[in-house]
């Protein structure tokens, strides 16, 4: 039984209007902005009726003093664009502090052997101390990068990711890397990605994609044999092995993946992808830029793509397949009826259990609206969602999955999160680690939308089957019936007279 869009649109503005009451008049202005309700499709629209935008605003400083769940531009070249390409070395560039915290944060799969010639999970820092405070650490990062040489030699290049206090000193490391550049013969890229700039991880991603546009395309004579089908797929970080299970499809219907990056990259398939004849762009916040500067350019187009759950998987292959023309699209349409057994298979299992089960999500990148139909696709529905850093074009593309009536939070605060979530009380959250416990202990159940919870692929047909499996044993764990949530909770006499 689907929900009543409208009732759940009304409630949902009281909700806001609620939340929005605990402020001072100052704060609950300027949230204000962020919270709406969306004006999408409801089960009485057809599918092609256009979709009007959510009306949020985006990508602005967050309030002082309020628990956002943002990261910063550091954290966003670092721990997304570059920390995952596996034969170059990322040095942490300032304090150990950020370098300690994002270190093998993300499940970015990868295959090759680590400390030899693949360095994901390995960290490297500058370790700044007080006198490099001081007198700068440009002399402490040459010596860095000479003993990184020494040490690792099949290491295919260096990126220096800066922290806050190099924007500060004024440290030149784009000096310095043109300087070791030269005298090892290999790509090092300088990226000016101190966390203080911007107002999230985004101008991180920005950041560190026009650090690839203007320190490794067209640095390096590159050979090539190109084919008619050639592909990057870009903004892919491999999670949990999602990279793999988008690789297997794309080869499936006929296509040669030239380029997977960043998640299982290699340095050669950066430098390759101008060569490339189409850019499939998976994550668009944080990669969406270079794909731009690709196509203005060299010419080459760009789209982007859906591989959670089969409706979307399928939609995203066949305008992909339409892309290349008929040979591709008759592989294609093979590759799909492949695979429809195992869909056929999946749903038969797992939507009974989770039919007409509610879900709230909360989370970075392109996850608030690209798995809203694998849930649909289990007979679920989306109630609530939400971005940490979204700009205005990510709510518009929101709008176009999200039904009427879906309550839109942007940049929410802790307590603006754990009211919306008491006062719908869903049957499922989706969002990061920070959220997971406080979320459990209301009773209600969690799974981690940033790094799969430990599970994963969620990508591809294999990957629906996970990603099913996964929401159930969530939801319909047994440990739920073992206590209330708080709001269900009996305070005893005894209590209710110490609360006093």
């Not at 693949?118 to 001081?134: A, G, K, L, N, P």
């Not at 190099?166 to 990605?193: F, M, N, W, Y």
Request: hydrophobic residues 35%; negative net charge.
């Amino acid at each position: 039984m689907s929900l009543d869009y409208e009732k759940n649109g009304a409630l949902h503005e009281k909700l806001i209007a609620d939340v929005l009451s605990q402020y001072p008049d100052k704060a609950a202005k300027r949230r204000n902005k962020h919270l709406g309700v969306a004006t999408g499709k409801d089960a009485t629209d057809k599918e092609d009726d256009v979709l009007s935008e959510c009306s949020v605003k985006s990508n602005i400083k967050s309030i002082p003093g309020v628990m956002t769940i943002r990261g910063c531009a550091y954290a966003g070249s670092k721990g997304v664009v570059w920390g995952p390409i596996k034969d170059m070395v990322h040095i942490s560039h300032g304090p150990v502090g950020c370098g300690q915290y994002s270190w093998s944060q993300r499940r970015n799969y990868y295959v090759g052997t680590t400390g030899i010639d693949t360095f994901v999970t390995m960290q490297f820092t500058s370790d700044f101390q007080e006198r490099d405070i001081v007198f700068g650490g440009d002399k402490r990062l040459d010596k860095i990068i000479d003993e990184i040489e020494e040490l690792f030699p099949l290491n295919k290049g260096v990126s220096i990711q800066s922290e806050c206090p190099i924007g500060l000193i004024g440290d030149d490391i784009e000096a310095v890397s043109r300087k070791k550049a030269k005298e090892h013969d290999k790509t090092i890229v300088p990226v000016r990605c101190e966390g203080f700039r911007g107002v999230s991880q985004s101008l991180g991603h920005h950041i560190a994609n026009d650090s690839i546009r203007d320190w490794v395309f067209e640095k390096t004579d590159v050979e090539f044999e190109a084919s008619p089908y050639d592909i990057n797929v870009v903004g892919d970080y491999n999670i949990g092995g999602d990279a793999w299970a988008t690789r297997i499809l794309l080869e499936e219907m006929g296509l040669r993946v030239v380029g997977n990056w960043s998640g299982d990259a290699t340095l050669a398939e950066v430098e390759r992808a101008p060569k490339a004849k189409l850019n499939l762009i998976h994550c668009y916040r944080s990669m969406n830029y270079i794909c731009r500067h690709m196509e203005e350019k060299y010419g080459i187009p760009w789209m982007e793509y859906n591989f959670f759950g089969p409706s979307q998987i399928e939609a995203s292959l066949r305008k992909l397949a339409k892309h290349f023309g008929p040979e591709i699209e008759e592989k294609t349409e093979k590759v799909i009826a492949k695979y429809r057994p195992l869909v056929d298979a999946i749903i038969a299992k797992y939507r009974p259990r989770l039919q007409s089960k509610t879900v709230m999500l909360y989370v970075g990148g392109l996850r608030p609206r690209h798995v809203v139909t694998a849930y649909e696709d289990l007979g679920m529905e989306i109630v609530g969602t939400g971005y940490e850093f979204a700009h205005n074009d990510d709510y518009q593309r929101t709008g176009h999955y999200v039904k009427k009536g879906t309550l839109i939070y942007d940049d929410a605060t802790g307590y603006e999160l754990e009211k919306f979530i008491e006062g719908i009380r869903p049957d499922l959250v989706g969002s990061g680690i920070k959220e997971k416990y406080p979320v459990q202990k209301m009773g209600i159940p969690f799974r981690q939308m940033h790094s799969w919870d430990y599970s994963g692929p969620y990508h591809g047909y294999d990957g629906f089957a996970i990603f099913a499996k996964d929401m159930d044993l969530a939801i319909n764990n047994p440990v739920w019936d073992l206590y209330d949530a708080p709001w269900k909770r009996k305070v005893a006499p005894a209590e209710a007279v110490a609360a006093e």
